[in-house]
Nanobody
Framework: QVQLQESGPGLVKPSQTLSLTCTVS??????????WSWIRQPPGKGLEWMGA???????YYSPSLRSRTSISRDTSKNQFTLQLSSVTPEDTAVYYC???????????????????WGQGTQVTGSS
């Protein structure tokens, strides 16, 4: 059973950088053909795919967030990390990490094709 757990600060001041870590257990982030995504849901809105890092370390980003987003990994800790720069109150959301398989690619790198999700963590962009 794969488990994902998000961690990081719940409050980020405007203009600062949000940094979240997803710790994975029960499976390796380097296992072939799995992709590890960050997804968020602002209050009252739908899910938004932010980006992913693949089993080989390749990264993929939403065009709308590409300029502010960086995803990296630490294979020794079986973790992957999201950094979102220049935070505004509009970045307030519940942030999720999730594992996608080949279906994730088949569906075009977005909100479909996931088999495991973290429970989510609330992040508020506010002074």
């Amino acid at each position: 059973q794969v488990q994902l757990q998000e961690s990081g600060p719940g409050l980020v001041k405007p203009s600062q950088t949000l940094s979240l870590t997803c710790t994975v257990s029960g499976g390796s982030i380097t296992t072939n053909y799995y992709y590890w995504s960050w997804i968020r849901q602002p209050p009252g809105k739908g899910l938004e795919w932010m980006g992913a890092i693949g089993y080989s370390g390749s990264t993929y980003y939403s065009p709308s967030l590409r300029s502010r987003t960086s995803i990296s990994r630490d294979t020794s800790k079986n973790q992957f990390t999201l950094q979102l720069s220049s935070v505004t109150p509009e970045d307030t959301a519940v942030y999720y990490c999730a594992r996608g398989g080949t279906e994730f690619v088949d569906y075009g790198l977005g909100l479909q094709g996931y088999d495991y999700w973290g429970q989510g963590t609330q992040v508020t962009g506010s002074s």
